[in-house]
Structure formats: C-alpha cells, structure tokens
T-cell receptor, first 113, second 113 residues
Framework: AQSVTQLDSQVPVFEEAPVELRCNYS??????LFWYVQYPNQGLQLLLK??????LVKGINGFEAEFNKSQTSFHLRKPSVHISDTAEYFC???????????FGTGTRLLVSP | NAGVTQTPKFQVLKTGQSMTLQCAQD?????MYWYRQDPGMGLRLIYY???????DKGEVPNGYNVSRLNKREFSLRLESAAPSQTSVYFC????????????FGPGTRLLVL
C-alpha cells in the first residue's frame, strides 16, 4: 500500500520570499515521486518528478525538490516566489509494480504582494 | 495535438439523472484514468483502463461505470446521480511505458442538486 501526506493545507507567503511545501510518503515498494501544480480552474500540470538518480530534481518555473529516502520525504522548494505561483500543489507517489498514482490532499500556496 | 480532452466542461444534474462524461486522448497511449477531486481530499482514482478492452476499479468506483470504447476514448457514466457525486472529474493518460507520468485533461465540473 502507498500513502502520501501533505502536512500543510495552506501556505501563505510574501512575494520574493522562499517557500517549502512538505510531502511525506509511505510505501512497501520502491517509488517514483511527483509534484503537480493546479492553477485556478485548470487541470493538473506536472511540475517535476523523481524516478531515479540524483535526489535533487529541478522542475519548471524555478521549483526543485529533494528526495530523502531515510525520511521518506519529497519536499518542494522555491527560493523566491512570484504572485503567479499562487496555485494548489499536489504531491503524488507511484509504487513500482502498482498501476496507479496516489495523491496527497494538496497544499494551497497563497502569494501576497 | 490536443492531448487529453474532456466534455462537457460544466454540468448541472438533478438527483437521479444520468449522464456520461467523455474523455479522449490523441497521444496513442494505452492507459487512461478517471479521477475525482474534492476539497481537502486530493484526487482519488475512480476507474482506470490499462489497455483497450480492459477496465479496473480504483479507490472510489461505487456509483460509476466506465467504457473503453476504443484506444482514444474512455467514458465515465453516472447512472443515477447523487449529491455526493458533486465534484470535479479529471481524465488522465500516461505515456505508454511510463505509467507514472500522467497527462491530465482540463476537468469536468459537475454539480448534482
């Protein structure tokens, strides 16, 4: 079985400040990890993914995430956010041998001027 | 190349009415998925189809049926809509051989009164 926990339902931050969105997972098998972004009234867009190799992965729009196997975490970071980053962010895990993604409950990032 | 398309974009139903949500992908992918998104619950898998002619239940299949009409199309049917099925429905399709990287449609917003 797999599960994903996003510890913060909402993260308010000022423009140009750094941000970290937290994600922890549990799985009995090896996993692939993802962050998706959903802008208001739109579908989900892949932000970045970890499949193997370097534990630090870079995605679109200046976001990056680090896979930490010992802590079973995959936190998303950005050093300086923009107003346009206001969106909902979903962490997801795909267990090897399974057929489906399991999503977290989402974190709403609210960027204020 | 439109990717994943969904119709309709919005729908209002009365309790007990039926309707079919349509999904099509033009990427020649084998697998297709239906999710529902509810506030505070992330995305939950309703049904998926690993290939043309096959369908399997996901996490929340009750009250839904699906049809994989051909490789391009995967429809979701509500036979007797209930207010609990008010949600945003997303269709997704991963690249063949890369089940973990899913491409999402824009969603269908359904309100059941």
């Amino acid at each position: 079985a797999q599960s994903v926990t996003q510890l913060d339902s909402q993260v308010p931050v000022f423009e140009e400040a750094p941000v970290e969105l937290r994600c922890n997972y549990s799985s009995s098998v090896s996993v692939y990890l993802f962050w998706y972004v959903q802008y208001p009234n739109q579908g989900l867009q892949l932000l970045l993914k970890y499949l193997s190799g370097s534990t630090l992965v870079k995605g679109i729009n200046g976001f990056e995430a680090e896979f930490n196997k010992s802590q079973t975490s995959f936190h998303l970071r950005k050093p300086s956010v923009h107003i346009s980053d206001t969106a909902e962010y979903f962490c997801a895990v795909f267990g090897t041998g399974f057929q489906k993604l399991v999503f977290g409950t989402g974190t709403r990032l609210l960027v204020s001027p | 190349n439109a990717g994943v398309t969904q119709t309709p974009k919005f729908q209002v139903l009365k309790t007990g009415q039926s309707m079919t949500l349509q999904c099509a992908q033009d990427m020649n992918h084998n697998s297709m998925y239906w999710y529902r998104q509810d506030p505070g619950m992330g995305l939950r898998l309703i049904y998926y189809s690993a290939s043309e002619g096959t369908t399997d239940k996901g996490e929340v299949p009750n009250g839904y049926n699906v049809s994989r009409l051909n490789k391009r199309e995967f429809s979701l049917r509500l036979e007797s809509a209930a207010p609990s099925q008010t949600s945003v429905y997303f269709c997704a399709s991963p690249r063949t051989g890369m089940k973990e990287t899913q491409y999402f449609g824009p969603g269908t917003r359904l309100l059941v009164l």
